[in-house]
């Protein structure tokens, strides 16, 4: 027991550095988490803490709404990763992230949706959705959340920023980051000239008959 709370705190903290140096969280934003599923209990990084500063004994250890371990105070926003991670069963981590380019579309209330890449229809099908704005700290942060995530692994928060789930910190994770590399690399192309789609007939091929994508992967 005392073992697999440690390994599920590591994690925690594997991650949160990781973002911390990809530049995807810094001291004020972002948080990530681990449910246990076994004991109810939520693993998140604190609230106001440098990332990279990270150690196992400051995540916060929240059940039943309740912090009851961690040296520093949980994060505000724990209340969007128990409203994602209800909503999903499949899953047991959340990420939430204020990756740029992800990022400046919550800011523009966009919908994310592209034929361009073959990375972003098998992962994402056809669009990443955008929530309209919720207060942070409260509990309208998390208004839509549960909705939105049962269909999309990956969704916008309107004016804040990104939350991703997934089984494992990893899955969720890695498709931040996949997401990110299509966007900035999209950003790229427009000082190229004109961006080519996947021919409409292959695109929906790729999302339909493809083994890897996200349709077939839920099967
Ligand atoms: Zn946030």
New binding site residues.
């Given amino acids: 027991m005392a073992n697999r709370i440690n390994d599920i705190k590591k994690e925690v903290v594997y991650y949160a550095k990781l973002m911390d140096e990809k530049g995807m969280v810094n001291t004020l ?3 990530l988490s681990i449910l246990d599923r076994e004991t109810g209990e939520l693993y998140i990084t604190p609230s106001g803490t440098r990332k990279r500063f990270l150690d196992e004994d400051m995540i916060a250890v929240v059940k039943d709404g309740e912090q009851i371990a961690g040296s520093v105070k949980r994060s505000s ?1 724990y209340l ?1 990763h128990e409203a994602a991670l209800n909503a999903r069963p499949d899953c047991n981590a959340v990420a ?1 992230i ?1 990756a740029p380019y992800l990022t400046a579309y919550a800011y523009c209330g966009k919908d994310i949706s592209m034929k361009c890449s073959t990375t972003f229809a098998l992962v994402f099908g056809e669009k990443i959705p955008c929530l309209p704005y919720g207060e ?1 700290g409260t509990v309208h ?1 998390a208004d839509g959340i549960e909705e939105a995530i049962k269909n999309h692994d990956l969704v916008l ?1 309107g004016n ?2 990104v939350v991703a789930v997934g089984k494992t910190m990893e899955d969720a994770v890695k498709i931040i980051e996949a997401a990110e590399e299509v966007l900035r690399i999209y950003h790229i192309t427009q000082g190229i000239g004109e961006v080519k789609n996947i021919p409409e007939d292959k695109w929906l091929s790729l999302i339909e008959n493809h083994p890897g994508s996200r349709k077939n992967r839920y099967k």
């Fill in positions: 934003e972002g948080n926003e969007l939430h204020h942070a942060i928060l804040h920023g």
